[in-house]
């Protein structure tokens, strides 16, 4: 599996040079800039736990306010445009129209047998950075689209199909400038920075136009609305995460399909790196990061199935025990970190200067078994749609 350990060699970092330690190196300004500016509405362990709640709806709002959700009027309701039948389901395509000028397709599969006289749950299902609906469907791609997959990570990739041979109606839908949604035009970098021009951004629009299909979804007959889970795989992860935050009342669970990551942790220890266009939102290091939005969802149930850093998996856990609900939280890891002895820097803290080979050692990730992990997820979800967890 390769070395869990890094080579020791002597790493760059930004130095002032100067008695009163300002920077003439701008990077070195804004790096120290980062570090000293702690996020205004991070989770506080040591908080009381009745301001938990307060706390949690601070976040809540903050998160939509950055969100930068559009103000629209009306939209029709999405529209059927295609059923076939499937070895027991049925794969049903339609197309969703969140805001003017927009339309979302996306696909639903539907068990056999599913009525308004017998609901089952549902789960919203966002596919990771290469992937589709029609591969998380198990679906041929659209024109032609080639993944670069093996048979397994193809097969374990399958996410809504996974999910409705276990009776679930699984809803695939396409991340934003991917698939099915790509330009022949501008890539997904260019169209994320034109959002950000714009006052908007990637992660924003990937939340708003799922967070209307949610809507849409929990007002159907043959959905149980009591439970819905998302599930995201990578890119597909933090819209999972987000769509749960600013949904309580709908969604029940969710799965984050990645390592938990605190993204300003990874900036700072990797020199001011900053994270590709479609992962920024503007002023979220002033409020919150990701660790803090999943240690909001507490109590409802949080699946992790790629590990991360004990410091922010302690941080959540610590959330979920103020919140009287500590077994609600579960976290698997990689199999190259499945036991403790395997990750070699759970307690130390994490330097400065860290190349991204390095930080993900850090971090416990291994980017070859980065995929969907079905002997996860699908048996810690149908668990807790059954009133059960492992």
């Not at 395509?93 to 009525?115: I, N, Q």
């Not at 991340?175 to 994320?192: C, K, Q, T, V």
Request: charged residues 25%.
């Amino acid at each position: 599996m390769g070395s869990n350990r890094i080579i020791s060699t002597a790493r760059e970092t930004f130095v002032s040079g100067r008695e009163d330690g300002r920077f003439g190196d701008t990077a070195g300004f804004v790096h120290t800039f980062i570090k000293s500016h702690k996020p205004q509405l991070a989770f506080d362990p040591n908080m009381d736990a009745r301001q938990f709640p307060v706390w949690r709806e601070r976040l809540r709002e903050k998160v939509l306010e950055l969100m930068a959700f559009p103000e629209v009027v009306s939209q029709p309701s999405p529209k059927r445009i295609n059923v076939e039948q499937r070895d027991g389901y049925q794969l049903q395509r339609w197309e969703a129209y969140p805001e003017p000028f927009c339309v979302v397709p996306f696909l639903m599969l539907v068990p056999d047998g599913t009525s308004a006289q017998s609901p089952v749950p549902a789960v919203m299902c966002f596919p990771g950075y290469s992937g589709s609906k029609e591969s998380m469907a198990g679906e041929p791609e659209l024109n032609d689209r080639e993944l670069n997959w093996s048979e397994e990570k193809w097969r374990d990739n399958c996410i809504a199909l996974h999910y409705v041979r276990q009776g679930m109606i699984a809803v695939a839908i396409d991340n934003p400038a991917r698939a099915e949604a790509d330009s022949a035009l501008r890539g997904l970098a260019e169209i994320s920075r034109c959002m950000i021009w714009s006052g908007r951004n990637y992660l924003g629009i990937s939340v708003f136009q799922k967070t209307q299909i949610l809507k849409w979804l929990a007002q159907l007959s043959i959905v149980d609305s009591k439970r819905i889970a998302t599930c995201g795989l990578s890119l597909g992860s933090d819209p999972a995460d987000i769509v749960g935050l600013l949904n309580p009342d709908l969604v029940g669970a969710v799965i984050h399909n990645d390592f938990l990551c605190d993204w300003r942790e990874q900036t700072i220890a990797m020199n001011a790196y900053a994270e590709t266009a479609w992962h920024v939102v503007p002023g979220m290091y002033s409020w919150f990061d990701a660790p803090d939005i999943q240690a909001a969802l507490a109590p409802r149930p949080l699946l992790y199935t790629e590990g991360g850093r004990k410091l922010h998996i302690n941080r959540v856990r610590t959330a979920y025990k103020m919140q009287g609900a500590p077994d609600n939280v579960k976290i698997y890891y990689y199999k190259k970190y499945a036991s403790a002895d395997l990750r070699h820097y759970e307690d130390e803290p994490i330097p400065e200067g860290l190349t991204q080979e390095e930080y993900f050692l850090y971090a416990n990730v291994d980017v070859v078994d980065h995929r969907f992990h079905p002997e996860h997820a699908v048996p810690w979800l149908t668990g807790v749609f059954a009133g059960k967890k492992d």
